[in-house]
């Protein structure tokens, strides 16, 4: 069964407002969760690891004011991206570690009109 | 550094035919995990298969086989008797001990012909 859920599947919004994408664990703590990035047929590009109780690292060239995440709980981080643009739109992932292998969410598609 | 490479962009083959996919890896770490994930249409990305770098022995589970080569940095993954379920995009990944990040290959292209 499914070790990640990811929350919504899909969505569409206009040009300028905020998406909050959830990723939880299922059964299992996560101290550490992982967000993605995907463009059509390409691999995963990593955004940023996000850790409980502190502040996420992002990767290079990736915006921590736009792409904001929070991870308030041992199940629970959350994706913000702020201010959405046309060119935001993309697959967005995230995964959890569980006994050092990572499980991915179903993903969240972001469409920005 | 590290890195993986799945030199094989695309692959067609007809229903029922076997057929394998190349991963090479590259790492200075003496220890590390190999992974294999499939991401059907869907988009969700299933894990498959995980190999320790200590730990050689081929693997096999239903259809699926690994072939894990360290004198090579090689960790094949081959479909026996394909079917069209199996059509699909597979990244085969590659962690360092002590590394929280996965670093992926850029993904192999699998379509299965009825």
């Known amino acids: 069964g499914a070790v990640v859920s990811q929350h919504p599947s899909r969505v569409i919004c206009k040009s300028g407002t905020s998406v909050k994408i959830e990723c939880r664990s299922l059964?299992?703590?996560?101290?550490?969760m992982f967000w993605y990035r995907q463009f059509p047929k390409q691999s995963l590009m990593l955004m940023a690891t996000?850790?409980?109780?502190?502040?996420?690292?992002?990767e290079q060239g990736v915006e921590k004011d736009k792409f904001l995440i929070n991870h308030a709980s041992l199940t629970l981080s959350t994706l913000t991206v702020t201010s959405a643009h046309p060119e935001d739109s993309s697959f967005y992932i995230c995964s959890a570690r569980r006994n050092g292998t990572q499980y991915f969410g179903p993903g969240t598609r972001l469409t920005v009109l | 550094a590290q890195k993986v490479t799945q030199a094989q962009t695309e692959i067609s083959v007809v229903e029922k035919e076997d057929v394998t996919l190349d991963c090479v890896y590259e790492?200075?770490?003496?220890?590390?995990?190999l992974f294999w994930y499939k991401q059907p249409p869907s988009g969700e990305l299933v894990f498959l298969i995980r190999r320790n770098s200590f730990d050689e022995q081929n693997e096999i589970s239903g259809r699926y086989s690994w072939n894990f080569q360290k004198s090579t940095s090689s960790f094949n993954f081959t479909i026996t008797a394909s079917q069209v379920v199996d059509s699909a995009v597979y990244f085969c990944?590659?962690?360092?001990?002590?590394?929280?990040?996965?670093?992926f290959g850029t993904g192999t292209r699998l379509t299965i012909i009825p």
């Open positions: 059964d299992f703590q996560a101290t550490t």
């Open positions: 790492t200075r770490d003496t220890t590390y995990y």
């Open positions: 996000s850790n409980e109780g502190s502040k996420a690292t992002y």
């Open positions: 990944t590659l962690r360092g001990f002590g590394n929280e990040k996965l670093t």
